[in-house]
Structure formats: structure tokens, C-alpha cells
């Protein structure tokens, strides 16, 4: 069974300019996320779906980012216009059900690392 | 507020044990994860514990201890490719929602 899938593998973009990242999550995975990892550090959330819902979002900068999950299945992470401290490494993960109750692990993309010039 | 911690960097030889200790503080904790990343990699699931005690799965095992704000990671019988950053991560619970805090990883370096 395939992984979590994205791409790009890598981006290397100009201040200002807009990107997107893409995520298709294990099938059958409802809940999807995207986390974003500075060097030397943990994943951060930045969103989190159940299904096509974003149920917290509360980590995005709303004001250059946006992700949507058509139909529930695979995303879209849109920085617009992108900054010199965006650079950093995208990565999306998915897991099986909803993320409350019960544990359910999370797998995780390869991820999109992003640099800025 | 929350906050994890681990140390920066270990070291080990082949065929040792190494333990990796995480503290947290956390308004909504609900369990502790550990996750294992080589370098360029993805993160990838070691462990999860709710409850306190050991929980053993092959050469690594987790111990939790909710009344310290403490767990730790064991890794036994170390070999080269253990070589990676391994994160705590807290699962915090925020009325009905649930999330993942990640501690900012201890590199593990593991020499022959």
C-alpha cells in the first residue's frame, strides 16, 4: 500500500512569489494535516482536516496561507506571497478515523522542503 | 502555555543503550509519542503510551510517568542505522480536539 504522497520534492522560489504543495494521504485515512518543520526543530501544526472539514486551523498564518481538501481526499497547501522565514520543510500526514478518542498513529510524507530567496 | 523537553544530542556506541528523556508541560495531556526521523526522511511512528509504565516493541521501548510530566525512549542493542533525530511528542487535548506537539528532537549519533 502506497504512503502519504507530495510534491514537489523540493522548491526553491523568490520572495513574493506564490507556491503550492500537494499532499494525497493513505487511502481510507479521513483525518489529514500539515505540519511545517524548521531545521533543528519538531513539526509544527499547521492545519488539521477530518474529512473536508478544517477542524483546526488555529497555527495558519491566514494571511498568506491557505489549504483547502476537496472531496476529503487529497490537499493543497497555497503560500501567497511567500516570505524569506517560509523557508522550511512542508510536510503532510495522514492517520486513520478521527483524531479524537482513541490513538490512531500518524504517517507521514516525505515532505516539500521550501526555500526562499 | 506547553512546552516539551528533550536533550539536543546523543551519542552511543554500537551495541549500547541509550535512553532519551523528554519532560513536558501541558495543560490537556493525553499521551506521549516518539517518532524517529533520518535525515531528509519522513517522521515514523516508535511509540505511544497513555498510561504509566514500560511499553516494550522490539529493541526500543517507552516508559511514561504521568504524576512527573516525564517519559523516555529506550533504545537497545543500538546499531548504525538507529542514527537519526528522535521526537517526543505530546498529545494534547483542547475541549474535543486532539493534537500533536512535537519536542524539537534529540540527534542521535551512533558510532561503530
Known amino acids: 500500500e502506497a504512503g502519504v504522497v507530495q510534491s514537489p520534492r523540493y522548491k526553491i522560489i523568490e520572495k513574493k512569489q506564490p507556491v503550492a504543495f500537494w499532499c494525497n494521504p493513505i487511502?481510507?485515512?479521513?483525518?489529514l494535516y500539515w505540519y511545517r518543520q524548521n531545521l533543528g526543530q519538531g513539526p509544527e501544526l499547521l492545519i488539521r482536516?477530518?474529512?473536508?472539514?478544517?477542524?483546526?486551523d488555529s497555527q495558519l498564518p491566514k494571511d498568506r496561507f491557505s489549504a483547502e481538501r476537496l472531496k476529503g481526499v487529497d490537499s493543497t497547501l497555497k503560500i501567497q506571497p511567500a516570505e524569506l522565514g517560509d523557508s522550511a520543510v512542508y510536510l503532510c500526514?495522514?492517520?486513520?478515523?478521527?483524531?479524537?478518542?482513541?490513538?490512531?498513529?500518524?504517517?507521514f510524507g516525505p515532505g516539500t522542503r521550501l526555500t526562499v530567496l | 502555555g506547553q512546552s516539551l523537553e528533550q536533550p539536543s544530542e546523543v551519542t552511543a556506541v554500537e551495541g549500547a543503550i541509550v535512553q532519551i528523556n523528554c519532560t513536558y508541560q501541558?495543560?490537556?495531556?493525553?499521551?506521549l509519542s516518539w517518532y524517529q526521523q533520518h535525515d531528509g526522511g519522513a517522521p515514523t511512528f516508535l511509540s505511544y503510551?497513555?498510561?504509566?509504565g514500560l511499553e516494550e516493541t522490539g529493541r526500543f521501548s517507552s516508559f511514561l510517568s504521568r504524576s512527573d510530566s516525564y517519559g523516555y525512549l529506550l533504545l537497545q542493542e543500538l546499531q548504525m542505522k538507529d542514527s537519526a533525530s528522535y521526537f517526543c511528542a505530546v498529545r494534547d487535548r483542547t475541549g474535543s480536539s486532539y493534537k500533536l506537539i512535537f519536542g524539537s528532537g534529540t540527534r542521535l549519533l551512533v558510532r561503530p
Open positions: 500526514a495522514s492517520s486513520l478515523g478521527l483524531a479524537g478518542g482513541f490513538y490512531n498513529e500518524q504517517f
Open positions: 487511502s481510507g485515512h479521513n483525518t
Open positions: 501541558t495543560s490537556g495531556f493525553y499521551g
Open positions: 503510551n497513555a498510561l504509566d
Open positions: 482536516y477530518e474529512n473536508e472539514e478544517a477542524v483546526d
